[in-house]
């Protein structure tokens, strides 16, 4: 099999071969258009003439990490009658529409390339893609939808016009997610991503509008794609991609493969000293709330066309520690992974260990503008009821030098 792999409207290579051995191979006119060694692509795989025959396990997996997982993927599999495990074959079913801006098809296809198309949907049909995964999965029409999305969350992706909502068809670039209300203990989730995210705007850590919207009876949160900009892709990769973890070694505890080091790492290789410090309000942020679930397949870098590297926009940013779970982080701190043991000093001496200055300062100055934020902020109906409390409560004890889940909050009933 050979797959086109476009980026930015310049051919920048294919992959080639079978499920197990496929590669990605440069092409010339991308080394010319965007530079020798650029990280345009990633920077894990920079374009290269001759590639290192040793890192093609590294790039196979760079390309099997823009799939999704979970039900998701199994849902895909069902409707493009693909393999498990058959990365190819289901980039050349669903690659023209996914995260970042690439765009993949199967060269050998007399039908590719498609024909970029938009059908429109009422509320009531976004209602039932939200209710029909197994055999719409991400809202992808039977024939004519090539959109695939990371993650294990039930989701759907569709693109907002001047007359409303619509299907992405022949890969036509989606602009919005689409998160249905979940029912039984996670049925507030959908609000409490919605305080997150607005928690994470006023920290000026994200700009992308999200929103709960109510189609045809059902709720849904509705998350503006950072990886568009007016209807236009913009590339990213993910810091599975960056850093060669595959599955589930996005969390740390399962492989050892990644921590919060090597993300800032990754940044102080390719980026500016400026994004180190929006990750760190990101971690900050992340513990402050009790997102538990900041693994690296929710941190991102942002690769525009001129070749720059920039750190996304903080997004999937849920409190979750009211949820059923074992309150521990997927990426620890200072060597830490229950929430509720993490301390000031944690943050300190995390934040010193990327090698990062006036780590304290940025601290205590997030620290009080979140506190400040919370105070002003309040969750929207269908949230944790004790959200504002809680998350105030752990920024408290933060500042106090406490553990974060040290002095229990209290709820005033009034």
Known sequence: MRLAIELYGTRIGTLEGDARTFDFIP??????????????????????????????????????????????????????????????????????????????????????????ALRHVSDAEIRGLMQDPMHVPLANDRLQGKSSLGGVQPKIVLTKTNEGWAQALGGSPSTHILKPRLSGARASVIYDEEYGARLARRMRLAAFETGVQVFDGLPALVVERYDR?????????????????????????????????????????????????RLARTVLLAVSVGNLD???????????????????????????THLPGDGRLALSVHGKYRHTEITR??????????????????????????????????????????????????????????????????????
């Open 27 to 116: 092409a010339a006119e991308a080394i010319e258009v965007f530079g020798s060694n650029s990280p345009v692509l990633s920077t894990a795989i920079p374009l290269t003439a001759q590639q290192r025959r040793d890192h093609a396990g590294r790039r196979r997996n760079w390309f099997a990490e823009i799939l999704p997982e979970g039900d998701q993927y199994e849902y895909l599999l069902a409707q493009g009658g693909l393999r498990r495990g058959d990365t190819p074959a289901f980039l050349a079913r669903y690659g023209r529409d996914v995260a970042g801006a690439l765009q993949i098809w199967d060269l050998d296809d007399p039908t590719e390339p498609k024909t970029p």
């Open 229 to 277: 900009v007016h209807g236009e892709r913009v590339h990213q990769e993910d810091l599975s991609q960056a850093l060669g973890a595959g599955g589930n070694e996005k969390y740390q505890e399962l492989g050892g493969v990644v921590s919060l080091r090597r993300v800032a790492q990754t940044l102080q290789r390719h980026a500016a000293e400026s994004d180190l410090h």
């Open 294 to 320: 900041m693994h690296t397949k929710n941190i991102a870098l942002l690769h525009p066309r001129n070749g720059e590297v920039h750190l996304a926009p903080a997004y999937d940013m849920v409190p979750q």
């Open 345 to 414: 000093e944690d943050l300190v001496e995390e934040f010193h260990g990327w090698g990062m200055r006036r780590g304290e300062r940025l601290i205590d100055d997030g620290l009080e503008e979140l506190e400040s934020i919370v105070a002003s902020e309040s969750p929207v109906a269908g949230a944790f009821p004790e959200l504002q409390q809680q998350i105030a409560q752990y920024v408290r004890n933060l500042r106090s030098g406490s553990a974060a889940g040290g002095p229990r909050y209290t709820v005033n009933h009034g």
